[in-house]
């Protein structure tokens, strides 16, 4: 009886033991859970980040992304290196972003309207690739195009009599480039297709040559951005007549836009932002915009931007992909591509 006894109860204190242990067993991970280790975009970010510029070092967009980078490190914490991936028209940087296989949010890319927005459609080298293939952080310069006369011209003295001038008579404007991917060419091009003028395009090698056929009289008008004609313009060198943007700019608050002067709605200009591969974790996005929302708003950054004739135009999410598709949309409609 009595073994019988001990044998009743060694079994039954194994069978104790037994739960004891798998009750141990089921509350590991809940205490592990409680001290999980934190996730990437926590954590982000821990290392320098890239931002690529299509362009060389020392042109407009370099110096304007090395200046933002000073304060973005201050405001996202880690250094910020600036790398000129040139060639192509700025597409070598963007495909390799656009072709990015590790997402992570440690590279980011200047991207320059209207290059990447309407290269798709330039029947010269039409591109792979939209503003749909990169993922939009934040826009940072909006530089507005311009019409600009000669101080001692006499055929035309504002927008109204230029275009009346050049519904009967062709008028030569300089531009670097010609057809959509040109918003100097497009803002031409907008003239002759809703007001039946004959301007014509003489294409050169950049933004200066084009200065200076205007300047030299081998060019009729100046079609050009702020930045080009913001010095000028203050020394009285020739008088730009109108912009092309939705309100007067601070930079050239006497100048007055397109729609005042009763020739449409119409926004043409180059723009400068920064974009992400597709597939970047949404948390380590948010904080790359937050960072880039202070450091292009800092006093210093605006200040010195204006300087060089660039003005600030903040802009993130869904405003700034509308922006730019809006234009996308105009310039399409002006060259008749569905």
Aim: some cysteine; overall charge negative; glycine content about 6%.
């Amino acid at each position: 009886m009595k073994k019988r006894l001990s044998v009743l109860l060694l079994a039954v204190s194994m069978v104790l033991m037994i739960v004891s242990g798998c009750a141990s067993k089921s509350e590991t991970p809940a205490a592990t859970t409680g001290t999980s280790a934190p996730s990437a975009e926590t954590k982000y970010p821990t290392k320098p980040i890239t931002i690529m510029v299509g362009y060389s070092a020392g042109g407009s967009s370099d110096v304007m992304v090395r200046i933002l980078a000073n304060k973005l490190e201050k405001y996202i914490g880690q250094p910020i290196v600036v790398v000129n991936k040139t060639g192509a028209g700025g597409w070598v940087a963007w495909e390799e972003l656009i072709k990015s296989t590790t997402p992570d949010g440690y590279t980011i890319s200047l991207i320059n309207t209207p290059n990447i927005t309407l290269g798709a459609f330039d029947t010269v080298n039409p591109r792979a690739y939209t503003i749909d293939d990169v993922d939009l952080l934040a826009n940072q310069v909006t530089d507005f195009n311009v019409i600009a006369i000669r101080n001692d011209e006499k055929r035309y003295t504002d927008l109204a009599s230029l275009v009346e001038y050049a519904k009967t008579n062709t008028v030569l404007s300089a531009s670097s480039a010609t057809g959509i991917i040109s918003d100097d060419a497009t803002v031409v091009e907008y003239f002759n297709m809703n007001y039946k003028t004959d301007f014509e395009i003489i294409q050169t090698a950049g933004a200066k040559d084009n200065e200076t056929m205007f300047i030299s009289g081998n060019s009729d008008v100046l079609v050009a951005n702020i930045a080009d004609v913001l010095s000028a313009t203050k020394n009285g060198s020739y008088k730009v007549i109108a912009i092309f943007s939705p309100e007067r700019s601070k930079l050239l608050p006497d100048v007055p836009t397109v729609k005042e002067l009763g020739f449409g709605d119409a926004y043409m200009f180059s723009a400068r932002g920064y974009a992400l591969p597709k597939g970047v974790d949404p948390a380590i996005k948010e904080k790359i915009m937050t960072a880039l929302e202070s450091a292009i708003n800092d006093p210093e950054v605006v200040n010195k931007l204006n300087e060089m004739g660039a003005q600030t135009d903040f802009m993130k999410g869904q405003e700034y992909y509308d922006f730019l598709k809006n234009n996308v949309n105009l310039s399409k409609g002006i060259y008749g591509i569905k």
